[in-house]
C-alpha cells in the first residue's frame, strides 16, 4: 500500500511538472519552464535508481522500439541544428525539453504501477483541469494563468496545458457510462461537452463527436444503444440551447476562414516546410533541424517565417513534428499507432483505443507528440496497454494450461 501511494504521489509531480503547473500567472514564466525541466529531471534520475538497485523482472515493453526511435531522433536533429543552423547544444536540449516526458514509459515499467490507481490519477487531473477552466471563465478579465485566454466567437476561449487529461476522462466515462447506463457518469461527460463548446474550437468538437458515434456503433458492450441515441439527442438540444449564441458565432467564423482561405494556409505552410525550408541543409530531411530556441538565429528565422507568412509549425501537425526532428521521430510516432491498435488489451480500457483513433484522425493539424503534457498522459496509457496486454496473454496460457489435462485424458481414454 505505500509503495502505491509512493508512485501515485510521483506521477502526480510529474504531471504537474508536464503541465508547467496549469501555468499560473504568480508563478512566472522561467518557473514555470524550470517546472517542466524539472520533471524530466525526476524521471531520469529515478530511472537511474532502479537501474542500480533494481534486479525485478518487468512485464513486457511493446513500445521500446518506437520510442527509442523518437529518442534516437532528438540526437541527430540537435547534431543538425549544431551543425547546419549553427544553434548550440545547450539551447537545442533546453528547447526539447518536453521530449523527455517519453522516458516515463521506462520508469513506469520499473515502478510496477497499477492501473486502477493511473485511472484515478486521470480523473483527478481532468477534475482539477475542469475547475481550472471555471474558475478563470468566472474571473475573466482577471487572467489566473498565462495560458491563452481570449474572448472571441461569443466566448472566453481558454487554453491551458492539461487539457488532454480532460478528453481521456470524457471516454472513460463514456465507456463506463455506455455499459452501464448508470446516470452518474454523465456529470463529468456533460462539463467536458461544455468546456469543448466554451473553447469554440471546431476540430475538437468534431474529433470528439466522430469518436462518440465510433464507441457507440463498434463497442459490442454497450447497453440499450437505442436509449442512448434517444439521450444523445436530448442531451444535444440542450446544449445548442444553452450555447446557441456560441454555435452562431463558430459557424459565422468557419464561414470567415473559408473566405480568408484557411485550411489554403496550412497546405501553403507545409509545402514551404517540406521544400524550400530544407534547400540548403537537406540532410534535414532525415535528421530533422533540431527544435528551435527562441533567441538564436534559427528561431529568430522561425518566427519570421511565422510573422511574415503566418506558417505556423503548430498548425500542421505531425508535418510541424517532422521539420523538428526528422524521419526517424515520424517512424516512431507511426510504430506507436500501429502496435497500439494492432495488440489485444481488455475491454475494460477499450477507451484507450478510442483515444489513440481521435489522436489519430487529428494528427495532421496537432502537434501533441511534441508537447510535454501529451505526451506524458500517453506512455501513461502505453503502460497500460502493456499491462493489459500481458494480462491477456497470462489468461490465455492459463486456458490452455487447464485444457491439457483433459486433452491428455481424452486421448487415453480412446487410447
Do not use: W
Not at 544553434?87 to 520508469?107: E, S
Not at 493539424?365 to 505526451?375: P, V
Amino acid at each position: 500500500m505505500l509503495k502505491r501511494r509512493i508512485n501515485i504521489v510521483i506521477l502526480a509531480v510529474i504531471i504537474l511538472c508536464s503541465v508547467s503547473f496549469y501555468e499560473l500567472s504568480f508563478l512566472g514564466s522561467a518557473m514555470q519552464k524550470m517546472a517542466e525541466i524539472l520533471g524530466g529531471g525526476i524521471i531520469f534520475v529515478l530511472i537511474l535508481f532502479h537501474l542500480v538497485y533494481s534486479n525485478q523482472k518487468g512485464i513486457k515493453r511493446n513500445f521500446s522500439v518506437a520510442l527509442l526511435f523518437i529518442l534516437l531522433s532528438l540526437i541527430t536533429s540537435m547534431i543538425t541544428s549544431y551543425a547546419a543552423r549553427d544553434q548550440r547544444i545547450v539551447h537545442t536540449m533546453f528547447a526539447q525539453r518536453a521530449m523527455y516526458y517519453y522516458l516515463l514509459y521506462f520508469l513506469l515499467h520499473q515502478l510496477k504501477f497499477e492501473p486502477k490507481d493511473m485511472e484515478k490519477v486521470f480523473v483527478f487531473f481532468a477534475v482539477v483541469y475542469i475547475g481550472m477552466h471555471f474558475l478563470q471563465t468566472a474571473l475573466y478579465p482577471r487572467l489566473i494563468t498565462d495560458g491563452t485566454v481570449r474572448a472571441e466567437r461569443g466566448t472566453v476561449r481558454i487554453y491551458i496545458e492539461g487539457a488532454d487529461y480532460i478528453a481521456l476522462a470524457f471516454l472513460l466515462y463514456l465507456q463506463k457510462f455506455l455499459r452501464s447506463n448508470n446516470l452518474k457518469y454523465l456529470l463529468l461527460i456533460f462539463l467536458v461537452i461544455a468546456i469543448y463548446v466554451m473553447r469554440g474550437g471546431r476540430s475538437a468538437i468534431a474529433i470528439q463527436t466522430l469518436t462518440v458515434v465510433l464507441f457507440v456503433i463498434i463497442d459490442r458492450k454497450v447497453q440499450s444503444r437505442i436509449f442512448l441515441v434517444m439521450l444523445g439527442l436530448i442531451g444535444s438540444i440542450a446544449i445548442f440551447f444553452i450555447f446557441q449564441d456560441i454555435f452562431g458565432e463558430l459557424v459565422n467564423q468557419s464561414k470567415t476562414d473559408m473566405a480568408k482561405g484557411e485550411d489554403y494556409i496550412r497546405l501553403k505552410a507545409i509545402r514551404y516546410y517540406m521544400t524550400e525550408f530544407n534547400e540548403s541543409h537537406p540532410i534535414a530531411y532525415i535528421t530533422g533541424n533540431g527544435k528551435a530556441y527562441p533567441h538564436s538565429n534559427y528561431g529568430k528565422l522561425i518566427r519570421l517565417t511565422t510573422l511574415k507568412y503566418r506558417y505556423y509549425l503548430s498548425d500542421i501537425g505531425l508535418f510541424g513534428n517532422y521539420v523538428f526532428y526528422g524521419l526517424f521521430f515520424i517512424i516512431g510516432v507511426l510504430g506507436i499507432c500501429i502496435r497500439l491498435l494492432k495488440l489485444k488489451i481488455d475491454p475494460g480500457q477499450s477507451y484507450v483505443k478510442y483515444y489513440f483513433i481521435a489522436v489519430i484522425i487529428g494528427i495532421t493539424t496537432s502537434a501533441a507528440f511534441a508537447e510535454a503534457d501529451f505526451i506524458c498522459m500517453m506512455v501513461c496509457l502505453l503502460y497500460l496497454v502493456d499491462t493489459s496486454n500481458d494480462a491477456s496473454l497470462k489468461n490465455r496460457e492459463s486456458r490452455l494450461e487447464n485444457s491439457t489435462p483433459k486433452i491428455k485424458s481424452t486421448i487415453m481414454q480412446k487410447a
